[in-house]
């Protein structure tokens, strides 16, 4: 009953393909410019500092692999890392799984 109504009602003042489609875009652009600034930009800067920290590793520097190893480096070439895990004990590791590059005893003891 009041259905074929409203589709009967047209707005007059309206011009079409005017500022009606640029007030309708006007969210979705403000939308994605949050986005970008609170979650995209804030993501690629934290890879890019991952990736210059990781490009950095040298020997002796104390790592952590994305395995949760923790090790020392003994060894850089490109894309491979030896690590020692233990007192004689290497691993190979490729060198962009690893996670972290720590300060050595930074960490406080977990018995402590």
């Known amino acids: 009953m009041f259905i074929p109504t409203a589709f009967a009602q047209t707005s007059g003042a309206a011009a079409p393909g005017g500022a009606g489609f640029l007030v309708q875009l006007l969210p979705l652009v403000l939308i994605f410019a949050v986005f970008y600034f609170l979650l995209i930009r804030p993501q690629q800067k934290k890879m890019k500092e991952h990736r210059t920290t990781i490009e950095a590793v040298k020997k002796g520097d104390q790592v952590i692999t994305?395995?949760?190893?923790?090790?020392?480096?003994?060894r850089v070439d490109d894309s491979y890392v030896d690590v020692e895990i233990?007192?004689?004990?290497?691993v190979k590791v490729v060198k962009s799984t690893l996670s972290d590059v720590?300060?050595?005893g930074s960490a406080k003891p977990a018995n402590d």
């Not at 994305?66 to 003994?74: D, N, Q, S």
């Open 86 to 90: 233990a007192q004689g004990v290497k």
């Open 66 to 74: 994305a395995g949760g190893m923790v090790g020392k480096v003994l």
């Open 102 to 104: 720590v300060q050595p």
